[in-house]
């Protein structure tokens, strides 16, 4: 899933408080997974707006919406009734849901109210952590299904590097080394031959190194 | 012999070569560079001209390694991945052959967060393995990494870095084999203070025929303080500081501990003249 982390709520304060009445979106896919903007954290966010603007004694109305998928232009269509009244829009989805939202309504201040940080998996109730870079060309298959591009902090092909220890990275040992975890899978696997090919320069042209992505499905694509 | 470099020739006649380094300035004043390697005329085959060691902004490699070149020393570029991409390194190495430099070492390099730039991003393009492959083939294929010809192959003795301590163990001897399968020249080891260990690694080097086909330097660093092996043990990371060493520098004065850290080197350097596949040593005298 996409990860996001709620901004502090002064910044949050910060940013819509020349505004009267805003639209706080929220998104029922990743955001909400993660628990950073889903149906509830959109109630919580609104009363703390509400209650700061109360004490302030500044007039301030807020609407909650959460969308089914607010990267999903059909979801977003289901704004149209209710964007009017609103000065701005404050999205609490991932980045993608902000800008389907701010394409779609061409003259509204959009504004995101999380921090969108990464592709990863849930570790353990309340802990997520990277998984992919979404590189474009996956080489899980050499590595044993573990990402040298996202999870090894010099991204190393072919790795480890001089700096791993017991089974962490160098860079902070609450990181687990993604090398030492690539071993133990391709020792598990009985596949440690695999180790000794050495990975070639990857071509970064299916990653971002080509420019913004798309991808067309012919069969799909209307 | 793949290239004209001093370092090759004294490698390939099998004696012993010593390199040491020399890290360039944090400002712009070359008498710095000169002063630092004028230390090291008439001790060393190769002077090591880091590249923003410990991820700290310094005078550029090249820059200082030209500076080094004109005093009549034989200086070694080495280039991490960290800071640029794969334009970047081939165009440096271009620039560093057409001055005269045919020594390099390609690392990955210390990650950011370690420097004084902690925001900057990496770039880590390519990996060292990577970075020697493309060395390899700009100077025996003569082509550069995206496939076009050179118009005159820069011809450099390819070396990369090797650290025997770090983990996990069982893979050191089959990551040096992987430089090796890319056409790595030489190695410099990390600093050596668990000669045992270091043994046992030679001794994996040795049994798949790795020496025959690189050139090994065992890496050499004085302890100056009791502070430093301290510091060197639990700060450094993928360092193997055994505590006997530890115990012994404790147990002189400390105005003599610098000079017993020396006579440690030489005894380690001594004991490992006899290892099978040491081909000569990289004495790495931090400040
Ligand atoms: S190799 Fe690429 S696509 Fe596969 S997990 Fe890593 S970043 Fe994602
Ligand atoms: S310690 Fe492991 S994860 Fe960290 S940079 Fe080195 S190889 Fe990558």
Known sequence: MITAERKPIEDLINSVSSCRRILLLGCNECVTVCSAGGRKEVALLSSALQMHFMKEGKPFEIKEITLERQCDPEYVEELVPHIDSADAVLSMACGCGVQEVARRFKDKVVLPAVNTKFMGASERQGVWAERCAGCGDCVLGMTGGVCPIARCSKQLLNGPCGGSTKGKCEVDPDIDCAWQLIWDRLKALGMTEKYEENIPAKDWRTGRGAGPRKIVREDLAS | ?287
């Open chain 2, 1 to 287: 012999m793949k290239t004209e470099s001093t370092l090759e020739k004294i490698l390939v006649s099998g004696q012993l070569a010593v390199t040491s380094e020399c890290g360039p300035p944090r400002g712009a004043l070359p008498d710095k560079v000169r002063e630092k390697a004028e230390m090291l005329r008439g001790c060393v085959d190769a002077v090591n001209v880091t590249d923003n060691q410990t991820a700290m902004v310094r005078m550029s490699s090249l820059s200082a390694c030209i500076i080094i070149k004109q005093m009549g020393l034989n200086p070694l570029l080495q280039m991490v991945t960290r800071d640029r991409n794969r334009l970047a390194m081939q165009s440096e190495v271009l620039g560093a052959y057409a001055h005269g430099i045919d020594n390099m070492l390609c690392l990955s390099g210390d990650h950011p967060h370690f420097g004084d730039h902690p925001a900057a991003a990496s770039v880590h393009d390519l990996d060292s393995i990577q970075a020697v492959d493309m060395v390899r083939k700009m100077r025996d294929e003569g082509l550069f990494q995206g496939g076009q010809k050179i118009d005159g192959p820069p011809k450099m003795f390819i070396g990369a870095a090797a650290n025997p301590f770090a983990d996990p163990f069982e893979l050191r001897v089959a990551r040096l084999a992987k430089k090796v399968k890319a056409g790595v020249d030489f190695i410099q080891t990390q600093c050596i203070y668990n000669v045992d260990k270091f043994e046992k690694w030679m001794e994996g080097i040795v049994d798949r025929g790795l020496h025959e086909k690189v050139y090994i330097l065992a890496g050499i660093t004085p302890m100056k303080s009791v502070g430093m092996a301290k510091y060197m043990k639990n700060k450094v990371p993928g360092m193997d500081v055994p505590d006997e060493l530890i115990k012994r520098i404790a147990g002189v004065p400390k105005e003599n501990q610098a000079e017993e850290g020396i006579k440690m080197c030489l005894e380690t350097i001594e004991r490992l003249k006899n290892v099978k596949g040491v081909a000569g040593f990289h004495i790495m005298a931090i400040e």
